[in-house]
């Protein structure tokens, strides 16, 4: 079983950065990729960024060039940088973690089998 705890969610204007943390406790296998999903109101869940077991990384399009994922040497904490934020990054964020990337797709959320229970950011014009 896996625990995942995400912080360092909040309000910021257009422009700003927000670091999100994720901490896993409980059996971290080695071969989970680890990642970050959000969810706007009436929208589905989406994948963000995900950094892979041999430590390669993965962006949405959206994200990319202003997000960055990176990894503790351990492995139980991931981090969320987020600079030029956008009103349309507003979500709920989650951490996620799992080792179905190679058969469903390092987006799919069906590759994930352990969820953070989400951080607000929220992001104003």
């Known amino acids: 079983q896996v625990h995942l705890v995400e912080s360092g969610g909040g309000s910021v204007q257009a422009g700003g950065s927000l670091r999100l943390s994720c901490s896993a406790s409980?059996?971290?296998?080695?071969?989970?990729?680890m990642g970050w999903f959000r969810q706007a109101p009436g929208k589905e869940r989406e994948g963000v960024a995900v950094i892979l077991t041999d430590g390669g990384t993965e962006y949405a399009a959206s994200v990319k060039g202003r997000f960055t994922i990176s990894q503790d040497g351990a492995k139980v904490n991931v981090y969320l940088q987020m600079n030029s934020l956008k009103p349309e990054d507003t979500a709920i964020y989650y951490c996620?973690?799992?080792?179905?990337?190679?058969?469903?797709?390092?987006?799919?959320?069906?590759?994930?089998?352990?969820w953070g229970q989400g951080t607000q950011v929220t992001v104003s014009s």
């Open positions: 996620a973690a799992g080792y179905g990337a190679s058969t469903y797709g390092v987006f799919s959320t069906r590759a994930y089998a352990y």
């Open positions: 409980g059996y971290i296998y080695s071969g989970y990729s």
